[in-house]
């Protein structure tokens, strides 16, 4: 196999990476491009964080795992991909010979590249944590097919997906593709950003944006049988729900309540995020600006999560 190493700002680094499970394997067919953030509501859904954090390639040669690959064309210039088997998002594909999106949060190294900028900053969902707020806006979005919308149109898409709900409403939230929808009563409780190696290759971006609910609270509205989980061998709780058809994250019950995804709701669940937990494994490029405790690992067991 040929030596596919980088050049330029990735550092001569392989681009090489991999899903949760282990199945599947990819790497770059050539140098990689640019690195950064794409706010779509796509990619938010996909990833769950509310936001993907891609590399540019010239394309991708899968090397094992391909019949776990679910490719969903989701316009006529973009397929994206994810692990049937534990919803990791994989490398999406331009149509023709456009080249490759690399899930950061998925590769084993990403050598110096660096986010460059913002895409679709301004479909941006209010709610969630803003990562490298000082890098500049991009004109370029992930699906070359929605390149072309006028940033009316993509504030308009991100009031769509936060409307004004009213006071003691139902929390909405549904996968990329709405075949899993849900809602929560509020309030929700803490949101915490999770930094964990395991959450990063999962979402493929910056680790896991998500929010607890109570016990009783959650609801689904439909699509529960096409909802599947799996659970990570040699851990006590580690495990991922996530919609078939899409890969998006679908909500999971935990003790005394359950947990969901910020970056799949569909109106402003009316708290903030509340901490970073394992921030002591947090991606190369992430450098929280905030002012939020963070903790290396979780946080102490006397920690007051209740707090909206």
């Known amino acids: 196999m040929p030596n596919l190493a980088q050049s330029g700002s990735g550092g001569g680094e392989r681009l090489r990476g991999h899903c949760l499970c282990g199945e599947v394997h990819y790497e770059a067919s050539g140098p990689a491009g640019d690195m950064w953030y794409c706010h779509c ?125 009213a006071t003691g409403a139902p929390v909405r939230g549904s996968c990329l593709c709405g075949t899993v929808a849900w809602e929560v009563e509020p309030p929700l409780l803490a949101m915490r950003v999770c930094h964990c190696s395991r959450c990063r290759r999962r979402s493929g971006s910056n680790g896991f944006v998500g929010v607890m609910t109570r016990s009783g609270t959650l609801r689904l509205l439909h699509g529960a049988t096409e909802i599947t989980s799996w659970h990570m061998p040699g851990t006590r709780f580690y495990s991922v729900s996530f919609c078939k058809s899409c890969g998006s994250p679908a909500p999971s019950t935990i003790p005394k309540g359950s947990f969901v995804s910020a970056g799949c709701l569909d109106d402003d669940p009316g708290t903030r995020t509340q901490c970073h937990v394992f921030y002591g494994s947090r991606a190369a490029w992430v450098d929280a600006k905030d002012d939020l405790p963070r903790f290396e690992e979780f946080p102490p067991p006397d920690y007051d999560w209740s707090q909206p």
């Open 41 to 165: 509501r796509e990619c938010g859904k996909a990833s769950g964080v509310g936001f993907g954090t891609w590399i540019e390639a010239p394309g991708v040669r899968w090397l094992s795992g391909d019949e776990r690959v679910v490719r969903r064309t989701t316009s006529p210039t973009l397929t994206r991909a994810f692990c049937s088997q534990c919803g990791t998002v994989l490398p999406a594909l331009h149509a023709g010979n456009g080249g490759a999106l690399l899930p950061a949060g998925g590769l084993e190294n990403v050598g110096r590249l660096r986010p460059s900028g913002h895409a679709c900053a301004s479909e941006r969902l209010p709610w969630l944590p803003v990562f490298d707020e000082s890098l500049s806006v991009l004109h370029k979005s992930c699906d070359p097919a929605s390149q072309g919308r006028t940033s009316r149109e993509r504030a308009s898409l991100a009031r769509a997906a936060s409307p004004e709900r």
